[in-house]
């Protein structure tokens, strides 16, 4: 078993930035693809970010794209999102992810292990 938590979200004002970490432990694969979902109160799960196992492939919804930047660092089993110029619009629960596969995937169902998440609130 894979364990994922999240850390980082807060309180932020529109045009500010966070970051966003996700800490693997347990049985880790540092050949395992990895990414970064949110929710927002009264919708699905919404793909955000994901990194291929050696973070040379990144893939982004087109609602982040140009402003949030996923990153991996394998020896420490870590996932970064770091996220900038925030809107109101981003407000959610967001959740990392992995996968066993080591390629990117946009699809939650394509994901085996999940954090609890992390509340990031934008406001305007």
């Known amino acids: 078993q894979v364990q994922l938590s999240e850390s980082g979200g807060g309180l932020v004002q529109a045009g500010g930035s966070l970051m966003l970490s996700c800490a693997a432990s347990?049985?880790?694969?540092?050949?395992?693809?990895k990414g970064w979902f949110r929710q927002a109160p009264g919708t699905g799960r919404e793909f955000v970010a994901a990194?291929?196992?050696?973070?040379?492939?990144?893939y982004y919804a087109d609602s982040v794209k140009g402003r949030f930047t996923i990153s991996r660092d394998n020896a420490k089993n870590t996932v970064n999102l770091h996220m900038n110029t925030l809107k109101p619009e981003d407000t959610a629960v967001y959740y990392c992810?992995?996968?066993?596969?080591?390629?990117?995937?946009?699809?939650?169902?394509?994901?085996?292990?999940w954090g609890q998440g992390t509340q990031v609130t934008v406001s305007s």
């Open positions: 992810a992995a996968r066993r596969s080591s390629e990117v995937a946009s699809h939650s169902d394509d994901y085996d292990y």
């Open positions: 990194i291929s196992w050696n973070g040379f492939k990144t």
């Open positions: 347990g049985r880790t694969w540092g050949t395992n693809a």
